[in-house]
């Protein structure tokens, strides 16, 4: 039932305020609105009551074990989300004077210093607001540091064909043309190929490091060298940091660019899609053409730096300082972990997601890439399965949820068919690794003696299997009295 | 579990990792903190912002929020799920965002909704690439986008439009009234124009003559693209209403919907518009339909527009939406309700005109413009706007808005606003405390 279902006119909770001040005489009438806007009303007990039992049909990282791979649904921290909302930050202007913003300002400024020494990088903003808008400031940057040297023939951007939707998506914002790079068997790039596609039309790489396939690519050294030799830059998409937080930094590896999903590998939550942080970081070269805001020091006081001092910048992304909210939970969780638990990140989700790797290869599963350790996820794949007892990954994703497990990634990487991209991360006991192996195995036995049970599942949810079909054509997006 | 992988310690698992890249440890790092250390840190630089009486305004409102709003938002059910992937286990989500676009769509009386993008002014940049896409009888990509819409929105439109081969042509305001110049715009009558931004209140709190605008717009084929305070338009005419046939794209930031200031973020932009142009939506959709059973349900609609799907041909390379913060939003509007909403947009309007006419009283203080306003407004001084802004700050008071950098033209201005929350005894005691510093120097001025 819809909270519209449960409006009755003239209901209403107590005013929030006093209500003596409504005057609008001073403005003239066809400039008014003339109907009263169609928004429910209920009683503050019926608003609480509706969304406390909506929030019960989700599953969450609280409730239920999320390995969403590429999604990094690690635990987050409640002090993360006690602490980001002390009056003192929530209160706070966005255009309060620096004078009277340090204690906002030096946090921001030791977030992106931490990310600059975790990263390896020259220099870091905070100001995207999501990875996809980091995405699109780290190509922005490619583009006006080529433009900077006059370079105005490079119009490709080279992305592997395991990239993230994202990637291709976002170069073609930045008014470029996309190239394809094939994947070999074995997860890495087919460097013969990426040798052929390169040349002084390029402008840069996009490449997730380790991959969506899940495993690290092996050549990252003699990518770097072939498109660094061409003229082209090297991005970095921090979909997987999490794999390698602590072992290797983006910055040794050859990367120009690079954007960190603060919503992954820095804990900041979810929240049913958002809101997301995608903070840049640069090597030397590119650090004129970070965007704004950006917060510098100076004798031991904070401030944003002003735009006349940032001619080359590529701009401002947000009216103000990107999701702000967002960035103090991962400093204070960066500031948590500090330096020995920040190194054990990558440790215990590599292990998690190895152990659980190895579970599932005993256990008889089809592996996406068998001979290769697993990243912090890795890819089950179930096409025995789907030609031989007709159940699918779709299937199998969905009766995970009648057992109690969000289901992973399903026919995601594209290049993997009836794909599982299984993500466990560090917070997750041994316990619930097994729990979930036990569970894949109990309905693989299902499909084999009662595949109508797999087939038609969910069986325990709110909603059965949903017609997604007549949703995109008989559009329904708004309710309507 | 290292045994069931086959290895004896964990090194082995970075194996793969060409041993001359790795780093031994994260050096420049500092040592954790307990839960303890990090909270005390964490009050005492809460604890260094300024707690001033705010009038500031410009795209971020101080309001009231109701306890029970953050208090469901932060519930780990909303708090820690992800994008809706699974439909059938996040029917909380989705049918809260499905309520979202329905309050949306009622609130601006347009067709339909988004699922939000990241705040006001990167929703305004994703307005204009739609029209751009929508505008099947304009070829010339040019935009006009007038000089009183908020100038960091402008900036970021700038960004993010920019690779696109897209025009934005600035159209002057008039000094008098403080709104859009007219003529200014009517002179491009005949031309190829893709689309029209209009912010209403403008971006100086004055109100636009929309109906006029909307109706020139669509007779020179352009689009209407509004950009409005979500929670105005309570009160003032919603952009479906517009003119004969309403704007085609309405968007802004929904920051005075339930979320607090918060340092700027995270807010969230919402995006709204025709029947017409749905399918060159960016970003989530929500859509109402069944199950096998034949009980209603929630799901991701429209996907076939997504970059997940359409790679490079996407719509846009967005693939989040604030969630969150539309989570706070919609609980926020329900508990308010539509009296609620209205009775909040008027009090904060009587609230600045007490304020404009407090402070308009004191020698040195005038109103910039004739147009009527809302909720906000132009006051000149008879000194430089920093200074006074300065000296009102070491009180406590965030004045307002210093607009010498975006508008010099104006000469010594600034954009004042009171929401709800400022009492009258706050509103005194700006006009006390302006009063004073105004009195002094010029007193130091006519000694010299």
Not at chain 2, 279 to 286: E, F, K, L, W, Y
């Amino acid at each position: 039932m819809l909270i519209h279902e449960h409006s009755q006119p003239g209901r209403r909770g107590a005013p929030q305020a006093p209500v003596d001040k409504a005057d609008l005489s001073d403005i003239p009438r066809h400039l008014l609105r003339q109907d009263r806007a169609g928004l429910p009303e209920v009683s503050e007990l019926q608003a609480v009551r509706h969304y406390t039992r909506l929030s019960k049909k989700n599953f969450s990282i609280d409730t239920h074990f999320y390995p969403l791979g590429s999604c990094t649904m690690k635990y987050n921290p409640r002090a993360c989300n006690t602490l980001a909302m002390l009056p003192g930050f929530l209160s706070r202007h966005p255009l309060t004077p620096d004078k009277y913003s340090q204690g906002f300002l030096v946090c921001m400024y030791e977030l992106q210093s931490m990310l600059c020494e975790a990263m390896g990088m020259a220099a870091f903003s905070l100001a995207p607001m999501a990875g996809a808008q980091g995405e699109f400031s780290g190509i922005k940057m490619i583009s006006a540091y080529h433009k900077a040297n006059n370079d105005d023939a490079r119009k490709e951007i080279l992305v592997p064909d395991a990239a993230h939707g994202t990637n291709p998506a976002t170069a073609t914002m930045c008014g470029y043309t996309v190239r394809e790079i094939p994947t070999l068997d074995n997860g890495d790039v087919d460097l013969d190929a990426l040798r052929q596609a390169t040349g002084p039309q390029t402008a840069g790489l996009m490449l997730t490091n380790p991959s969506t396939l899940g495993v690290f690519e092996r050549h990252i050294e003699s990518i770097a060298a072939i498109v660094h030799e061409a003229g082209g830059l090297l991005y970095y998409d921090g979909a997987n940091l999490n794999a390698i937080l602590g072992k290797i930094r983006p910055g040794d590896m050859g990367f120009d660019v690079i954007h960190t999903n603060l919503h992954k590998t820095f804990s900041t939550p979810h929240g049913g899609g958002g809101p997301g942080s995608g903070a840049v970081g640069v090597a030397e070269r590119l650090k004129p053409f970070l965007p704004l805001p950006m917060v510098a020091e100076n004798n031991g006081r904070y401030h944003c730096v002003a735009e006349q001092d940032a001619p080359h910048s590529i701009g401002y992304l947000s009216a103000f300082m990107g999701n702000a909210g967002v960035l103090l939970r991962a400093y204070i969780y960066m500031r948590m972990l500090g330096k020995a638990g920040m190194e054990r990140v990558a440790e215990f989700a590599t292990l998690n997601a190895n152990y659980m790797m190895a579970v599932a290869k005993r256990r008889g599963f089809q592996l996406a890439i068998p001979e290769r350790r697993a990243s912090h996820e890795f890819i089950i794949t179930l096409k025995k399965e789907a030609s031989e007892l007709h159940v699918t990954a779709m299937d199998f994703a969905k009766r995970l949820l009648d057992l109690g497990y969000h289901a992973p990634t399903t026919y995601f990487p594209l290049l993997v068919p009836e794909c599982l991209l299984i993500e466990p991360t560090e917070s997750e006991a041994k316990e619930a690794l097994d729990g979930f192996m036990d569970a894949l195995e109990q309905i693989r036995e299902e499909a084999k003696t009662d595949p109508e049970m797999v087939t038609t599942a969910p069986h325990t949810l709110p909603v059965k299997r949903l017609d997604e079909v007549s949703a995109a054509r008989n559009l329904d997006l708004a309710w309507k009295a | 579990m290292l045994e069931a992988i086959g290895i004896t310690d964990t090194d082995a698992l970075f194996e793969e990792i060409p041993s001359h890249l790795r780093i031994s440890g994260l050096d420049g790092i500092p040592q954790g903190m307990t839960e303890m250390e990090i909270s005390r840190l964490m009050h005492q630089r809460a604890a260094q912002n300024n707690q001033a009486v705010c009038f500031l305004g410009a795209g971020a409102y101080e309001h009231h929020i109701p306890a029970a709003v953050w208090q469901l938002t932060t519930r780990g059910e909303f708090y820690t799920a992800y994008t809706p992937y699974q439909a059938e286990a996040s029917q909380g989500t989705l049918q809260l965002t499905y309520e979202y676009q329905s309050m949306m769509t009622a609130l601006t009386d347009m067709d339909v909704s988004n699922a939000s993008l990241y705040d006001g002014a990167s929703a305004l940049a994703e307005a204009i690439l739609m029209a751009v896409r929508g505008n099947r009888k304009s070829k010339s990509r040019k935009i006009l986008i007038p000089r009183t819409v908020h100038p960091a929105y402008r900036k970021t439109a700038d960004t993010i439009v920019s690779g696109q081969n897209i025009e934005l042509v600035e159209v002057d305001y008039d000094r008098a009234s403080g709104t859009v110049q007219l003529d200014a715009i009517e002179k491009a009558a005949g031309d190829d124009i893709t689309a029209v931004v209009i912010q209403q209140p403008s971006f100086f709190g004055t109100l636009e003559d929309v109906d006029t605008i909307t109706d020139w717009a669509h007779q020179n084929n352009a689009l209407v693209i509004s950009v409005t305070n979500p929670l105005s338009i309570a009160v003032l005419k919603p952009p479906g209403q517009w003119g004969d046939s309403g704007a085609d794209i309405a968007c802004g930031d929904g920051q005075p919907l339930g979320a607090p200031l918060s340092c700027g973020g995270p807010y969230y932009g919402f995006l709204c518009c025709t029947k017409a142009l749905v399918r060159q939506m960016p970003g989530r959709i929500v859509g109402r339909t069944t199950d096998v059973d034949g009980k209603e349900g929630f799901v991701l609609t429209l996907q076939a527009r997504e970059q997940h799907i359409r790679r490079s041909k996407a719509t846009s390379n967005i693939c989040t939406n604030q969630g969150l913060v539309i989570t706070a939003s919609t609980i926020h509007m329900a508990i308010l309700g539509p009296r609620g909403l209205e009775h909040t947009a008027a009090a904060c309007h009587a609230n600045t005109r007490e304020l404009v006419a407090q402070l308009s009283g004191i020698e040195g203080v005038s109103t910039a413009f004739s147009a009527p306003v809302f909720h906000e407004s132009v006051l000149l001084l008879d000194r430089p706007a920093d200074e006074v802004l300065d000296a009102l700050a070491e009180q406590d008071i965030l004045g307002g808005y210093d607009l010498a950098a975006d508008y010099p033209e104006l000469g010594h201005a600034m954009l004042v606003c009171a929401t709800e929350l400022r009492t009258e005894e706050e509103i005194v005691a700006y006009r006390t405390a302006l009063q004073a510093i105004l009195a002094v120097e010029t007193r130091h001025q006519e000694i010299a």
